[in-house]
């Protein structure tokens, strides 16, 4: 994510423009028929978009999020999901990823793992096929292997410069891994049965230090799925998301009463007044209700995010929430 620091103190209905302010654009507030998805980002859109394709032709919600997602890992959107994310400092990428289901309230996430594929995939086989909730490094690698997902040898994977070795091989300071680039897909799905599903996948900050593990395969921080509620997903800088429990405390806010859209901007304006960076955080959120209403927020850029439902699928954005 790159910061452009616009603001807008308008929230409008679809359609409208207002000059050079971001204009925040969200769903008309209303119970949605049928399945809604909503995802993080404009390549979201592909992942919602198979998504419904998946749901349409017979597969269940939790195959539609994967499906999804793994299309984005396999198109590495962003240099920040799957194998074609940036490297971490040592010079290799480790992936992050996580899946929840709300009617049983079923949970698997991997993390720092290398050379798989489809970290998601592995999310999923870690809910239904461990008993444990969260396998990281080697140890997710040596599990999806075992279940037979695609994988490439990382020893055969030349370590990339990073920006962190070419800063050190010239002398001059390493660049904070913050600058270097990150994003996450994140889908939820409100199903026609009033269901709730999710998942996320991210290669993380590139530059990282290797073993540092990001917001999105910490169940509550990058994701969080509560059938009788809503559910939430982050992206952008995780420390600053994980040290809050954002998505988790979203889905409370919801549950407290607060729109998608109101839940979202909330966590935003709760952050920035405990925390020291203030709203220059980087973080953004998307979030979805048991009526299938949907909204996003973002501290201090500008954060498009898609929608898609039987009827529709766009690509929406919302300015950076106004200070208060
Ligand atoms: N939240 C991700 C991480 O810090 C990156 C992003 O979504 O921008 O790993």
Redesign the pocket.
Known sequence: ?KTHLLACTLTLALGFSLGSCVQTQTMPSETVEGHVLIA?WPFGQKATDLALQTLDEGGSPLDAIEQGIRLIEHLGCDR?VGLAGRPNAAGYTQL?ACIMSGPDHGAGSVAAMEGIKHPISAARLVMEKNPHVMIVGEGARWFALEHGLESVDVSDIPAKKSAWEKARLSGTPVPDPGER????I?VLLRDAQGNLFGG?S????GD?TPG?????PILGS?LYVDNAVGAAA??????N??RYSASAMIVELMRQGLSPQAACEEMVHRTAATDPLGYDL?I?FIAINKAGETGAACSNDSFPYAVTTPKDSQVLRVGAVTAR
């Open positions: 994510m993080t920040t992050d680039g990150h994003d996450t994140g996320c991210s290669s993380g900050a990282k540092r593990v990001g917001d999105s990058g982050g992206t952008g800088l995780g420390e998301i994980m980087s953004c």
